[in-house]
């Protein structure tokens, strides 16, 4: 598959055409492709060749080659690689959490890359050769991460699979040796890494049932999210967040990043009695300026009514609609089976919004970890500034209430697969795994934000 990241679309080749793509990195024309195909024993004809690339080029999947902005040195390749190192500061974790894994695998057949260092491909094909006979042809179970740099490396998936993940749902890697040998993203997760000028706070990913199921648990068990007590401490691979200087609240509000460290200390210490409509009465006193109501909007905060997030539905059902109706993955791609269940989601909403705006139910305390959760770690805050606390806060909303809404048709559709608990952390995961996120590129809100 071709997946075209900034227009979303996705393009499936044939394995012989994929021999020809692997050779068109900016140095061969027309008859130096020709040459690289037959060098790999493929038999692809000139005019098939050329129809082929046409057919890409109209897909807009064709450059002629790197510009000046493109040609990436040496310096940055290995620092977009290896990770610039963490600031030496204090690693603040969230406070009571502790993982438990349900060994059920939902992340590992889930996300559609898992990142592979060369060096970690080389263990795991070392470890097992006969996964996807990668052993013998690193291609065979890894594609470069993007384009044609393998400096980074997706293994392959098997009906949306890890390769490496195995019958019983256990991580092949994890059981031929040490949980050492498996690529760096798999030991880290769920940790997520922000550094707000004075600590860098670490709170989970909240895309896995084992986070949300773990958030509630009352006896605090369950293993850190890093046992890191400074920044110095953590792998140099490690990707840590970083705030801007100026953190974007609301509309009209911005405040120095020194200042985000105690409110979302203090807003994280919140009772939130309903996900939807703290969260939207969070993000009218961030647009309303008022910062010092923004406790009493998570903790007592008016019904929540549909208007506020109705927009943002419609602008991401499209995207859900794309990915259910992608036929070319197999029917037991959990990504696919989670997209249909979405859009039953959606029809849910349309037919009885009230029931499902009235309040949590039984995901009460789920919706409050949640919360919190998101406040703790700094992840209602935009790295790049490029969206506001308020507008974020609305996105989470919208969240929260899809979650509902899959609860119920997860159930009625007789879903068995154990992911489906926990319907919040697989909309989650869709949002930024599969892109409905990307609706924010060009969404303004009611509030023009
Ligand atoms: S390498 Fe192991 S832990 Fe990582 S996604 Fe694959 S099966 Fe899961």
């Known amino acids: 598959m071709l997946h075209d990241t900034k227009n979303d679309v996705t393009v499936r080749i044939a394995e012989r055409a994929w021999v020809l793509v692997s050779g068109m990195d900016g140095t061969r024309d027309l008859e130096g492709l020709a040459a690289w195909v037959k060098r790999a024993g ?75 260092s060369p060096l970690e491909a080389a263990r795991a094909r070392g470890r097992l050769p006969l996964v996807e006979d990668a052993g013998l042809d690193q291609r065979r179970g890894f ?15 098997v009906n949306g699979r890890c390769a490496y993940l195995e019958a019983d749902l256990r991580c092949g890697i994890h059981r031929s040796g040490a949980a050492a040998d498996k690529p760096l993203g798999c030991r880290v997760y769920p940790a ?35 046992t890191a007590t400074r920044g110095a401490e953590l ?62 909007a998570l903790e007592a905060p008016p019904p929540a009514e549909l208007t506020h997030l109705a927009e943002r539905l419609a602008a991401i059902r499209p995207r859900v609609a794309r990915l259910a109706a992608e036929e070319w ?10 997209a ?38 700094h992840q209602l805050f935009h790295p790049k500034g490029k969206h506001t606390m308020a507008s974020l806060a609305r996105d989470r909303a919208v969240r929260v209430l899809l979650g ?16 489906f608990r926990h319907p919040l952390a697989l909309v989650e995961a869709c949002s930024r795994a599969y892109g409905l996120v990307g609706y924010l590129h060009t969404f303004i809100d009611e509030n023009g934000a």
């Open 235 to 296: 792998e140099r691979a490690i990707f840590v967040e970083r705030l801007p200087e100026l953190v974007r609240l609301g509309r009209t509000l911005t405040v120095p990043r020194s200042e985000v460290a105690a409110l979302s200390l203090e807003l994280s210490s919140c009772h939130v009695p309903d996900g939807v409509a703290s969260l939207l009465a969070l993000a009218a006193v961030l647009d309303g300026g008022e910062v010092a109501g923004a406790k009493r």
């Open 42 to 116: 493929v038999a692809i004809g000139d005019e098939e060749m050329t129809s082929f690339l046409t057919e890409l080029a109209a897909e807009g999947l064709v450059e002629d080659g790197p510009g000046e902005d493109d040609v990436v040195t040496g310096e940055a390749a290995a620092q977009a690689s290896s990770g610039g190192g963490a600031p030496d500061r204090p690693v603040l974790a969230l406070p009571g959490f502790g993982l438990r894994c349900d060994g059920q695998g939902t992340c590992c057949r889930f996300y559609p890359s898992v990142v592979f």
């Open 192 to 226: 997520r890494f922000v550094d707000d000028g004075s600590a860098i706070r670490v709170s989970p990913w909240l895309e896995c049932g084992c986070v949300l199921a773990s958030g509630l648990s009352a006896d605090g068990g369950g293993e850190p999210l890093t």
């Open 329 to 338: 993955r197999s029917p037991e791609d959990f990504a696919r089976q989670l």
């Open 340 to 377: 249909t269940a979405l859009l039953g989601a959606f029809d849910l909403l349309d037919v009885m919004p009230e029931e499902l705006l009235r309040g949590p139910g039984v995901f009460e305390m789920t919706e409050s970890f949640y919360v919190r959760a998101l406040l703790f770690g």
């Open 143 to 157: 594609m470069p991460l993007a384009g044609l740099d393998d400096r980074l490396l997706a293994v392959a998936l």
């Open 404 to 419: 509902r809404a899959l609860a119920v048709t997860a159930n009625l559709a007789e879903l068995t697969d154990p992911a």
